[in-house]
């Protein structure tokens, strides 16, 4: 459907030439979004899934084994549609020790993604409404350490940015001039209270995606924000009651498309196209984290199984690598609250065992990973 540009272009001169940055109208759009047979169908399926995938984090017996990696990998994922290389190992290796210097920049920007969820979804559990106050403390978090950290952290830009090209002139899109900036944002934080009209969960959750990428409010770290704001309105609405949805897996996979769609929206008002588009997306995700997690529940029985009969701090180290998935000696046995041989004799015996893998070939300084664990996680992010 084409109903011509959401917004309109205002002429701007920076850098030392003139072009045309774009402010979006605000939501909801009009006309309004036409939900006809097929995407009404998706839009209920979409519903359902979520509902799966959230009735999911009542019955497994401790969601906080999964939250502490699935959290991780959305980070990883988020970031890596940003073009850094890092993984989830590398963040997990990161926490434990330290990194290597060669993907200090990379893993910092993960770790800081970790801390701005984690930090966001407390403000929400503590009973904060998503407000533009919120936003900038999260993207505080964000963006307080690596590569964006002298990109004003925690406040709205005041100069022009562009994405794509070295300049406006050649830019793929200009978002609004600075000064446009406050206002854009205040119509959106309303759209999110329901002011003018109240919007389905889901629904919201994508449109303000659009919104806020085309608003690009920061100077940096809009994208990764734009996607926590997705999780953060799905948690605020009750839909979610813990962020088990990686739909920066589905954005990932389809990165150009995601891009273009966005674009799209803008020029044509074409929602309904970018509507499907994060409605499949949905549906994938969740199915995938409900068989993610079943299949770790299995995991994890199977080898509980394998080290029965073995010592009581082998049998607390399977229960430590359950939510530590990479682990050291020295980890293990500060955690574990037993000596350094000890923990060495327990990691020993579980590589032996085949439930782990020592990962660094090092006389000292090993480093254990949960093998299992890890595969099932990467396997999370092969093909459809």
């Known amino acids: 459907m084409n109903r011509g540009t959401t917004g309109h272009y205002l002429p701007i001169s920076t850098v030392g030439e003139s072009a045309r940055a774009f402010v979006p109208a605000p939501l909801p759009p ?8 097929d995407l009404g169908a998706l839009l209920d399926a979409a519903s359902t899934a979520l509902g799966r995938l959230d009735g999911i984090s009542i019955v497994l017996p401790d969601p906080d084994l999964f939250l502490y990696t699935y959290v991780r990998q959305e980070a990883v994922l988020s970031s890596q549609i940003e073009g850094t290389q890092s993984s989830l190992s590398d963040l997990l290796r990161h926490e434990l020790d330290g990194t290597p210097a060669g993907l200090m920049d990379d893993v910092t920007e993960v770790s800081c993604y970790v801390d701005a969820m984690q930090h966001g ?18 993207h505080g978090r964000l963006l307080a350490h690596g590569r964006g950290s ?13 994405i794509g090209g070295s300049r406006p002139g050649n830019a793929r899109f200009v978002p609004p001039p600075p000064d446009e900036v406050m206002n854009c ?22 449109l303000t995606h659009v919104q806020f990428e085309t608003i690009h409010p920061f100077l940096d770290g809009n994208g990764r924000l734009g996607r926590l704001l997705i999780t953060f309105l799905l948690c605020a609405e009750g839909v979610l009651r813990q962020p088990m949805l990686y739909l ?3 954005f990932k996979q389809h990165r150009d498309e995601y891009y273009r769609l966005l674009q799209h929206v803008r020029e044509t008002g074409d929602w309904e196209s970018w509507l499907r588009f ?34 009581a701090t082998v049998l607390r180290l399977h229960q430590w690598m359950q939510r530590h998935p990479i682990s050291s ?19 020993k015996k579980m590589t032996d065992l085949g439930v782990l893998k020592e990962i660094t070939g090092g006389d000292y300084a090993r480093l254990y990973a949960y093998s299992g664990y890890l595969d099932i996680l990467n396997d999370f992010e092969g093909a459809r």
């Open 30 to 37: 009009h006309p309004d979004v036409e939900l006809d047979e």
């Open 121 to 138: 979804l407390e403000l929400l559990r503590t009973g904060q409404p998503i407000s533009l106050r919120m936003m900038c403390e999260i």
């Open 150 to 162: 002298g990109k004003q952290p925690g406040e709205f830009r005041r100069s022009q940015n562009w």
């Open 185 to 206: 944002m205040g119509a959106l934080e309303k759209f999110i209270h329901n002011d003018p009209v109240r919007t389905r969960p889901l629904l919201k959750a994508a």
């Open 248 to 250: 920066s897996l589905h």
């Open 278 to 311: 994060f409605l499949e997306g949905v549906i994938f995700t969740s199915a995938k984290a409900m068989s993610t997690a079943t299949r770790l529940l299995a995991l994890f029985k199977e080898d509980h199984n394998r080290l029965t009969g073995e010592s």
């Open 329 to 347: 000696a020295t980890a293990a046995g500060e955690k574990l609250g037993v000596s350094h041989p000890t923990a060495n004799r327990a990691l």
